[in-house]
């Protein structure tokens, strides 16, 4: 969870009774240097993503986000996303996922936004909570999504 705090606090109770309500995020912008310096922290230097000439040759017509960056812009959009703060929330951690689907590759220079849906939002101890979240990314001007994942997160309050 992010630290935005654009709406009243609420308790953990209260946003379990949210389950089913929607957030979407401002656009981002996937710039080549963010591709970039992505593939030098992963080490992933496949030509589609870090050579614009080659990729340009193929059926993308450019370079594109490796599918895990693209994964890995949840937090960046969920901080961009309008929510309460969660009284006491000490810290969230990830727990996983229950699938991860990349459906069109996000182009350099393109915009995405997240949308964030809670599923279920359940007590697993006194204190520990487990969030699942369906998250989709949409990619401006494109009818279908980047991604869509199921993402379970642990919340302590």
């Known amino acids: 969870m992010a630290d935005t705090d654009t709406q009243d606090s609420v308790t953990i109770q209260q946003l379990a009774a949210q389950a089913g309500d929607e957030r979407v995020s401002e656009w981002v912008t996937v710039s080549q240097e963010m591709i970039d310096k992505f593939a030098d922290a992963t080490g992933d230097h496949q030509f589609i993503h870090v050579d614009p000439a080659k990729a340009a040759m193929t059926p993308f017509g450019g370079t594109i986000a490796h599918g895990f960056l693209t994964l890995s812009l949840m937090p960046l959009l969920s901080q961009k996303t309008p929510q309460p703060r969660i009284e006491g929330l000490k810290m969230g951690v990830n727990y996983g996922g229950n ?3 990349f459906l069109t590759p996000v182009r350099s220079g393109s915009r995405v936004r997240g949308r964030f849906r809670t599923l ?9 909570w487990q969030q699942t979240v369906e998250f989709t990314i949409e990619i401006e001007g494109q009818d279908k999504p980047a991604l869509i994942a199921e993402w379970i997160s642990q919340l302590f309050v």
């Open 99 to 101: 699938k991860v689907r």
């Open 120 to 128: 279920e939002l359940v007590e697993k101890r006194p204190g520990q």
